[in-house]
């Protein structure tokens, strides 16, 4: 601990946001750049705590370890830093991004003051490492012989892909979509992690060893046979892609799309590519609503404004967060608060409506005009189950002019059509994929990491899958493993 007095010398200080004119014209990151010494002073306010839920099941699921890394930023030590940091997180370029940092909920200075900025100081230790050449292709000196497919390129595939090549296996991943990077290609959009980001790393790993095989739809256009004759073992990380619906009369109409038809399309158009009219899905001078009050809801926001909408309205059935961590949320649990994104502030005024319940959607020649919602009260929860009901406030129906609707309510589970159901694999009560404690599935040498078997999560919590899922085939390849066990999965 360098700066023992640094948390009550040095306030919280984070990167601020480029004008809302300036950035609602591009597809860019949000923020400024900030000073180097800036981020060292926030590196300076960790307290080294004795005990440092940051990096508690609480905190980071990776384990990372945080208090360490922090002291070497402030003590100007960048390359040790980057050193220890990716002995436990594979892509801190990622989650430095798009993390929405549990750690720092749970850091104990966060009891009396804001936290410790550890997010931006993890990403700035990732670009200090890009910029200085530290981050070169190291590929491994000697291989295995052992082959490994791993089924899709998102967060946790990449991290299982990049933890057995290191191994020595001869690891390859196949992508359904034609680039590679999952969601953080085809799911975030780029004013949150511009791709360069995504390719950057796609492509020292490639300088690794790592084979990619994009447009390879396992179950589809690519038997799942054809892996597990192929392959020593086989990894599935093709995450929880089944939306959930909202089955109300008018659901059919045209104009109604899920969000995740919507984001791929912007971000292909930012790679250049030309989306046919016939499928195009655009916001541009249009009402529209978005019917969730989550992350991706805020995704279909922002790029509703930079497409040029009209007006924007956000739908969300639960009710609106407190300002302050309510007394059944203590810390060091994720605070359960408001808080306002860059989305949000690019949209000059709160556009969501909480407790509201989408009732019928209506239009005109097929195409959808109107929605139709009321407000909504929740109960008092049940004793035994803990479950709230739901009624409608009598007289709060209203109507909304809308030509494109966003369903943007999570996921539910899996895809099982084509490759779960081709190696019929068994599944969980949520419909996840079901495997045991080692990440097996019921199929012998098949794995399954990320969100398929966890169910929708975090990028860290998916890292952290794929490097445990890698792991458990290390050592069922070889018989044993020198790779680090995630402890909190």
Same mark, same amino acid.
């Given at each position: 601990?360098?700066?023992?007095?640094?948390?009550?010398?040095?306030?919280?200080?984070?990167?601020?946001?480029?004008?809302?004119?300036?950035?609602?014209?591009?597809?860019?990151?949000?923020?400024?750049?900030?000073?180097?010494?800036?981020?060292?002073?926030?590196?300076?306010?960790?307290?080294?705590?004795?005990?440092?839920?940051?990096?508690?099941?609480?905190?980071?699921?990776?384990?990372?370890?945080?208090?360490?890394?922090?002291?070497?930023?402030?003590?100007?030590?960048?390359?040790?830093?980057?050193?220890?940091?990716?002995?436990?997180?594979?892509?801190?370029?990622?989650?430095?991004?798009?993390? !929405? =940092?549990?750690?720092?909920? $749970?850091?104990? @200075?966060?009891?009396?003051?804001?936290? +410790? &900025?550890?997010?931006?100081?993890?990403?700035?230790?990732?670009?200090?490492?890009?910029?200085?050449?530290?981050?070169?292709?190291?590929?491994?000196?000697?291989?295995?012989?052992?082959?490994?497919?791993?089924?899709?390129?998102? !967060? =946790?595939?990449?991290?299982? $892909?990049?933890? @057995?090549?290191?191994?020595?296996?001869? +690891? &390859?991943?196949?992508?359904?979509?034609?680039?590679?990077?999952?969601?953080?290609?085809?799911?975030?959009?780029?004013?949150?992690?511009?791709?360069?980001?995504?390719?950057?790393?796609?492509?020292?790993?490639?300088?690794?060893?790592?084979?990619?095989?994009?447009?390879?739809?396992?179950?589809?256009?690519?038997?799942?046979?054809?892996?597990?004759?192929?392959?020593?073992?086989?990894?599935?990380?093709?995450?929880?892609?089944?939306?959930?619906?909202?089955?109300?009369?008018?659901?059919?109409?045209?104009?109604?799309?899920?969000?995740?038809?919507?984001?791929?399309?912007?971000?292909?158009?930012?790679?250049?590519?030309?989306?046919?009219?016939?499928?195009?899905?655009?916001?541009?001078?249009?009402?529209?609503?978005?019917?969730?009050?989550?992350?991706?809801?805020?995704?279909?926001?922002?790029?509703?404004?930079?497409?040029?909408?009209?007006?924007?309205?956000?739908?969300?059935?639960?009710?609106?967060?407190?300002?302050?961590?309510?007394?059944?949320?203590?810390?060091?649990?994720?605070?359960?608060?408001?808080?306002?994104?860059?989305?949000?502030?690019?949209?000059?005024?709160?556009?969501?409506?909480?407790?509201?319940?989408?009732?019928?959607?209506?239009?005109?020649?097929?195409?959808?005009?109107?929605?139709?919602?009321?407000?909504?009260?929740?109960?008092?929860?049940?004793?035994?189950?803990?479950?709230?009901?739901?009624?409608?406030?009598?007289?709060?129906?209203?109507?909304?002019?809308?030509?494109?609707?966003?369903?943007?309510?999570?996921?539910?589970?899996?895809?099982?059509?084509?490759?779960?159901?081709?190696?019929?694999?068994?599944?969980?009560?949520?419909?996840?994929?079901?495997?045991?404690?080692?990440?097996?599935?019921?199929?012998?040498?098949?794995?399954?990491?990320?969100?398929?078997?966890?169910?929708?999560?975090?990028?860290?919590?998916?890292?952290?899958?794929?490097?445990?899922?890698?792991?458990?085939?290390?050592?069922?390849?070889?018989?044993?493993?020198?790779?680090?066990?995630?402890?909190?999965?």
């Amino acid at each position: 601990m360098g700066a023992v007095k640094g948390f009550m010398e040095h306030p919280r200080e984070t990167p601020k946001s480029r004008p809302v004119s300036e950035r609602l014209k591009d597809q860019t990151e949000v923020y400024e750049p900030f000073p180097l010494e800036k981020y060292q002073e926030q590196g300076a306010r960790c307290m080294d705590c004795g005990v440092p839920f940051c990096q508690s099941d609480t905190g980071c699921p990776l384990g990372n370890a945080i208090p360490d890394w922090n002291d070497m930023v402030y003590r100007d030590k960048w390359e040790e830093a980057l050193s220890l940091l990716l002995n436990t997180n594979n892509f801190p370029e990622f989650t430095g991004r798009i993390c !929405p =940092a549990p750690c720092e909920g $749970a850091c104990v @200075l966060g009891i009396t003051e804001p936290p +410790v &900025t550890i997010r931006n100081i993890e990403e700035i230790i990732a670009e200090k490492g890009f910029e200085n050449g530290w981050m070169q292709p190291n590929p491994p000196k000697k291989r295995t012989g052992k082959t490994v497919a791993v089924v899709g390129s998102g !967060p =946790a595939g990449l991290a299982a $892909a990049d933890q @057995l090549n290191h191994a020595g296996h001869t +690891v &390859t991943v196949y992508e359904k979509a034609d680039r590679i990077g999952g969601l953080l290609m085809y799911g975030i959009p780029n004013f949150k992690l511009e791709k360069r980001i995504v390719k950057r790393r796609i492509d020292l790993m490639e300088a690794e060893g790592v084979i990619f095989k994009p447009n390879s739809h396992v179950g589809v256009n690519l038997p799942g046979k054809e892996l597990l004759d192929n392959f020593d073992s086989v990894i599935l990380c093709c995450g929880s892609e089944k939306p959930r619906d909202l089955p109300v009369p008018g659901r059919e109409l045209d104009g109604i799309h899920f969000a995740m038809d919507f984001l791929p399309q912007q971000n292909k158009r930012n790679e250049g590519d030309a989306i046919p009219e016939d499928i195009s899905i655009t916001a541009k001078d249009k009402n529209v609503l978005i019917i969730g009050g989550g992350d991706t809801g805020s995704d279909c926001l922002g790029t509703s404004l930079r497409q040029g909408a009209k007006k924007v309205h956000q739908f969300e059935l639960l009710d609106q967060p407190p300002e302050e961590r309510a007394s059944n949320n203590p810390w060091p649990q994720w605070p359960a608060v408001m808080y306002t994104t860059s989305s949000h502030e690019e949209a000059q005024e709160r556009v969501t409506k909480y407790n509201i319940s989408t009732q019928k959607f209506s239009g005109k020649d097929g195409q959808v005009t109107q929605v139709h919602a009321v407000k909504i009260q929740f109960g008092e929860p049940d004793p035994e189950t803990g479950r709230r009901s739901l009624e409608e406030v009598s007289g709060s129906e209203f109507t909304l002019d809308v030509e494109l609707v966003l369903l943007a309510m999570g996921f539910v589970h899996p895809v099982h059509e084509g490759l779960v159901k081709e190696f019929g694999l068994n599944l969980d009560g949520r419909g996840n994929v079901a495997c045991d404690q080692k990440k097996m599935t019921s199929v012998d040498g098949v794995f399954v990491a990320g969100d398929m078997t966890r169910g929708q999560s975090l990028v860290v919590w998916a890292i952290a899958e794929g490097r445990e899922a890698a792991r458990s085939v290390d050592e069922y390849l070889m018989g044993y493993t020198f790779l680090p066990h995630s402890e909190f999965l």
